[in-house]
């Protein structure tokens, strides 16, 4: 079976683990801050901190700002669940914006409206989502998030290792250099992985700080400040509360080595992104499906996902094409259910279908076909092959 995503692991990653396993420190040792370094360097944000996924670095993304009860938190119509759980987790309002049919990522101008709508209520936070590894606008919505008042953070889930051009610079995903916090996810079907992991990221060093204490129960241990450090080095403060969401050293060890392959990881990404584009530019151009493309001048993305988008025109539906696929032993996907559809956030929150066209509509038509960087030639062409037959009835 060709799964639709799935890690690369090698000799020297299982090396890595290895040794961390016969070290003396499985978990709060020295690999952990290696990692975090390490992210640090290739994303360029000041800092990293690593815990046990990406949907918990996005809950202490929210709490870190604050977010609460009388809030409102804004995400993409289309994301993993977890763009919009952490508002909810963190006792905040959800509100979504439709998607942008272009690169599918939250579309920046209904956004404006929202914001400039007075009988609403302004935002708290705003988390777009680098969907499928292309970069949502992230300057764009940085400007507006000065003239609202609003803190960004951006969802890099799927973007680690992807940059975008601004003001005669690229600018890497994760960097912060237009958000205030962003987060990455290390689960194995994304670029690189820990097994589990996440990592939040900012330039930010007071709530680098409390991120820090946040997600580590909310233990303090700022020996400086402390009026009692005559204890000794046991001595720790709880001045606030929080769950273990730690990161182990057998994960960051196997971070470490899994950052060092990322622009190998790319670039395979990128050349059977592009031999897709290639194989089904036919079937674009007679109107049967549509692919997301991107300028190379303003992003040099990692693709973290390939997504097809029948048209009315297709000869097979969606769920026909998924079906189908399943008989030659290639497993798609679907990225996503549109988040305000669940049953959740229908029942408790309001919302109901037809809110979010575009949305909703690329939802019933989205597949996402095998992209990871251990397929080989004969893997794509057999996904082309199987797409082809089943396209030409
Ligand atoms: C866009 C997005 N955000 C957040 C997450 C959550 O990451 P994790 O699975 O590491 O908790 C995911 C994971 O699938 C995701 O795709």
């Given at each position: ?51 046990s996924?990406?949907?918990v ?10 977010v ?9 119509a289309?994301?993993?669940?977890a763009?919009?759980?952490c508002?909810v ?29 007075k ?13 499928a ?16 008042g ?39 079907v ?13 330039n ?38 929080c ?31 592009k ?5 089904f ?9 549509k692919?997301t ?26 769920d ?25 956030y229908m ?14 509509h690329y939802?019933?038509n ?12 004969e893997d794509v ?13």
């Amino acid at each position: 079976m060709i799964p639709y995503g799935r890690q690369w692991l090698d000799e020297d990653d299982i090396r890595a683990v290895n040794e961390v396993l016969r070290s003396s420190f499985l978990t709060q040792g020295t690999k952990v801050q290696e990692f975090e370094n390490a992210l640090c360097q290739i994303s360029g944000a000041k800092h990293a901190i690593a815990v046990s996924n990406g949907t918990v670095a996005l809950y202490l993304a929210c709490r870190v700002i604050g977010v609460g009860k009388d809030d409102i938190g804004i995400t993409s119509a289309i994301s993993f669940s977890a763009s919009a759980n952490c508002i909810v987790l963190n006792g905040a309002t959800p509100e979504f914006i439709d998607i942008s049919e272009n690169d599918l990522n939250i579309d920046c101008l209904s956004l404006e409206k929202r914001l400039e709508n007075k009988d609403l209520p302004a935002p708290k936070i705003v988390i777009p989502v680098d969907f499928a590894g292309i970069p949502a606008n992230l300057p764009y919505i940085y400007e507006l998030s000065k003239k609202h008042g609003f803190k960004v953070i951006e969802d890099a889930a799927h973007s680690i290792g992807s940059t975008y051009y601004f003001h005669d610079k690229w600018h890497n995903c994760g960097s912060c250099s237009h958000t205030d916090l962003a987060i990455f996810s290390f689960h194995p079907v994304k670029t690189i992985t820990t097994g589990e992991g996440g990592a939040v990221l900012t330039n930010d060093d007071a709530l680098a700080n409390k991120l820090r204490v946040l997600s580590n129960h909310g233990i303090e241990r700022d020996k400086d400040n402390f009026i009692r450090k005559d204890f000794g080095n046991w001595y720790y403060e709880l001045q606030d509360v929080c769950f273990n969401f730690r990161i182990t050293d057998m994960q960051c060890a196997l971070g470490i080595s899994q950052l060092k392959k990322l622009n190998t990881f790319k670039k395979k990404r990128q050349k059977i992104y592009k031999k897709y584009l290639k194989a089904f530019a036919g079937y674009e151009k007679k109107g049967l499906l549509k692919m997301t493309r991107y300028d190379e001048n303003i992003t040099d993305p990692c693709p973290h996902l390939f997504v097809i988008r029948l048209a009315e025109k297709s000869p097979v539906s969606r769920d026909e094409l998924y079906k189908k696929l399943l008989k030659y032993d290639i497993s798609a996907q679907v990225h996503y259910f549109p988040i305000h559809l669940q049953p959740y956030y229908m029942e408790k929150h309001g919302f109901k279908e037809g809110m979010f066209p575009v949305a909703e509509h690329y939802a019933k038509n989205c597949l996402s076909l095998p992209l990871y960087p251990l397929m080989n030639d004969e893997d794509v062409q057999a996904v082309i092959k199987a797409v082809s037959e089943i396209m030409e009835g």
